[in-house]
């Protein structure tokens, strides 16, 4: 089985990217793996010393195969960096593992990434690979297919990539055309195509949703991790993208999961209703007003 190259992407955030590497470290197949880190150029003066120190970092980085660094010259963002990064990568390899510098993944992740790229190469049907469990449901299988892509730990082949759209409004017209909206939605449970929206509206810039439309919108399906073998740190106020609150993707699952072709290459309706289940729990007002109310019992006051 070949392994496949692991994108990393970094910014300024030195210790968060320190976990990142020493994560993938502790994955056997590290020292057999090629590892491209991709760091974005400073957007302002005051990250220029962050920036700095993350890059005196991965400049030293060893355990891998071998280590690529691209040092942006100028701050592209993160949306811009990852398409970028993903498609000078795959163009020439095939398929990929993306990180970002909040992710900390456990010693197996490696192992499923790998595994699963080699057994769905070649199936039109699948176009991701995510390890990052977000519901924390127990009925879950091991491993699951759903319509849906997740950004924490995932990985994708040439051929899916190709079908990557970046043009938000074309990918919002066709979804409201087709009347898809509220399946995308996870039948109105969390606000996907509202966050699509507001990317066209300049409001945000994210990839991630382009991504999952663009899959979404070509019927393919996600190969999940049933049980995390990722989780996202960046939950501390110290990304663009992320606030504060709880960790991303639960407690790592510290075994390995069984990588196997489903019985039907369909999405597994238990899984979308573990999806179901776990938005309209999250994402309810209540919810919303419960963690608001708990984050300023802490002292933090942000939006």
Same mark, same amino acid.
């Given at each position: 089985?070949?392994?496949?190259? $692991?994108?990393?992407?970094?910014? &300024?955030?030195?210790?968060?990217?320190?976990?990142?590497?020493?994560?993938?470290?502790?994955?056997?197949?590290?020292?057999?793996?090629?590892?491209? %880190?991709?760091?974005?150029? @400073?957007?302002?003066?005051? @990250?220029?010393? @962050?920036?700095?120190?993350?890059?005196?970092?991965?400049?030293? $980085?060893?355990?891998?195969?071998?280590?690529?660094?691209?040092?942006? #010259?100028?701050?592209?963002?993160?949306?811009?960096?990852?398409?970028?990064?993903?498609?000078?990568?795959?163009?020439?390899?095939?398929?990929? $593992?993306?990180?970002?510098?909040?992710?900390?993944?456990?010693?197996?992740?490696?192992?499923?990434? &790998?595994?699963?790229?080699?057994?769905? #190469?070649?199936?039109?049907?699948?176009?991701? %690979?995510?390890?990052?469990? $977000?519901?924390?449901?127990?009925?879950?299988?091991?491993?699951?297919?759903?319509?849906?892509?997740?950004?924490?730990?995932?990985?994708?082949?040439?051929?899916?990539? &190709?079908?990557? &759209?970046?043009?938000?409004?074309?990918?919002?017209?066709?979804?409201?055309?087709?009347?898809?909206?509220?399946?995308?939605?996870?039948?109105?449970?969390?606000?996907?195509?509202?966050?699509?929206?507001?990317?066209? #509206?300049?409001?945000?810039?994210?990839?991630?949703?382009?991504? *999952?439309?663009?899959?979404?919108?070509?019927?393919?399906?996600?190969?999940? !991790? /049933?049980?995390?073998?990722?989780? *996202?740190?960046?939950?501390?106020?110290?990304?663009?993208?992320? /606030?504060?609150?709880?960790?991303?993707?639960?407690?790592?699952?510290?075994?390995?999961?069984? %990588?196997?072709?489903?019985?039907?290459?369909?999405?597994?309706?238990?899984?979308? !209703? !573990?999806?179901?289940?776990?938005?309209?729990?999250?994402?309810?007002?209540?919810?919303? !007003?419960?963690?608001?109310?708990?984050?300023?019992?802490?002292?933090?006051?942000?939006?």
């Amino acid at each position: 089985m070949k392994l496949s190259p $692991i994108l990393l992407f970094v910014y &300024n955030r030195p210790q968060h990217t320190r976990e990142a590497v020493e994560s993938l470290l502790r994955n056997p197949q590290a020292k057999m793996s090629e590892l491209f %880190v991709y760091s974005d150029g @400073a957007k302002d003066e005051s @990250a220029c010393e @962050a920036v700095e120190e993350v890059r005196r970092y991965v400049r030293n $980085i060893n355990g891998f195969q071998h280590v690529t660094i691209v040092e942006r #010259e100028t701050n592209r963002g993160l949306a811009r960096n990852i398409i970028d990064g993903v498609t000078e990568t795959i163009s020439r390899y095939g398929r990929v $593992i993306v990180m970002e510098d909040d992710l900390v993944v456990s010693p197996h992740f490696l192992e499923f990434m &790998n595994e699963a790229l080699e057994l769905f #190469e070649n199936e039109p049907r699948v176009g991701h %690979v995510h390890a990052c469990e $977000i519901t924390g449901d127990p009925l879950l299988p091991e491993t699951f297919l759903v319509r849906w892509t997740g950004s924490w730990g995932w990985g994708t082949w040439q051929r899916a990539w &190709n079908l990557f &759209n970046p043009d938000g409004k074309a990918l919002l017209d066709e979804l409201e055309r087709r009347k898809l909206t509220r399946t995308f939605d996870f039948e109105g449970t969390y606000g996907y195509t509202r966050m699509l929206r507001r990317q066209t #509206e300049g409001k945000n810039d994210s990839w991630a949703i382009r991504w *999952n439309a663009s899959l979404f919108l070509k019927g393919m399906l996600s190969y999940n !991790a /049933g049980k995390s073998l990722v989780k *996202n740190e960046g939950f501390d106020g110290s990304g663009t993208h992320c /606030g504060k609150g709880d960790g991303g993707g639960g407690r790592l699952y510290a075994g390995r999961l069984k %990588v196997e072709r489903p019985h039907t290459m369909e999405e597994a309706p238990d899984a979308r !209703a !573990a999806f179901v289940r776990y938005y309209a729990r999250t994402n309810s007002f209540m919810a919303k !007003a419960l963690r608001r109310i708990r984050r300023t019992l802490k002292g933090d006051f942000g939006a």
